[in-house]
């Protein structure tokens, strides 16, 4: 996949990863960029920075991304990448209530599944598409403090790797954005927790990754390297992976 000439859309595109990604992929000569955000305010900035255009979406409604996705390509024609980028990190641990646990399932996971069940058929029928989807590396290891934030992000990369093993020979790629700590807001105060214990990286350096990913088309776009290390000690001793991970929990949250 190579971003120029392309029609992009990017939820969460106001600001963090998503504004980041925007502004690379308009620099990268796509055709169109267009950004779904609840902020209009940045919505509108990003927009007219990049000569884009923008749409006010909660993305836990399926009928507003529907109506997102319908008025891209009616005005732009057919979109070749679609970004399911918004995210939240909201809830700690097991007290936490199934009203924040309905929010974070709906915005980490069902708005992947609403952009998904509204796009496939449709890149299928011209030939092929490609989804990029935002998880994190959470979503592979898992999220010390936040058991909303570990389930709701494995849930995401599951998602995305059962559409891309369904729907590769109908011409559907799918990549996976996993990184861990990046300096946007939802790490804002939480600087110095564990998620950043191999560096907080920048959203300029994430979409540098997200290129590279799409243009090698693959699966895991990993910005930090280090988590294939973690992975691979993950599969190989399980035990050991949780006892280490358990460590790790009462050095950042105690108890």
Known sequence: MIVKDKVVAVTGGASGIGRALARRF?????????????????AVAVAKEIGGSWRRVDVRRESELVDFIDGIEGDHGPIDLFCSNAGIGIGRGLETPDSAWQTIWDVNLMAHVYAARCLVPRMI????????????????LSQIGSVTYAVTKHAAVSL?????????????????????????????????????????????QVA????????????????????????QRKATDRDRWIAGMNRLHQKYHGG
């Open 26 to 42: 308009a620099a990268e000569g796509a055709r169109h960029v267009a950004i779904a955000d609840l902020n209009e305010e940045r």
């Open 125 to 140: 029928k011209r030939g092929g598409g490609y989804l990029l989807n935002t998880a994190s590396a959470a979503g592979l």
């Open 160 to 204: 995305a790797e059962w559409i891309a093993l369904t729907h590769a020979h109908e011409g559907i790629k799918v990549s996976v954005l996993c990184p861990q700590a990046v300096r946007t807001d939802m790490i804002a105060g939480n600087e110095g927790d564990v998620a950043s214990v191999n560096g907080i990286m920048e959203p300029e």
């Open 208 to 231: 540098d990754a997200v290129i590279a990913g799409l243009a090698a088309e693959k699966f895991l776009i990993l910005p930090h390297a280090e988590v294939v290390e973690y992975m």
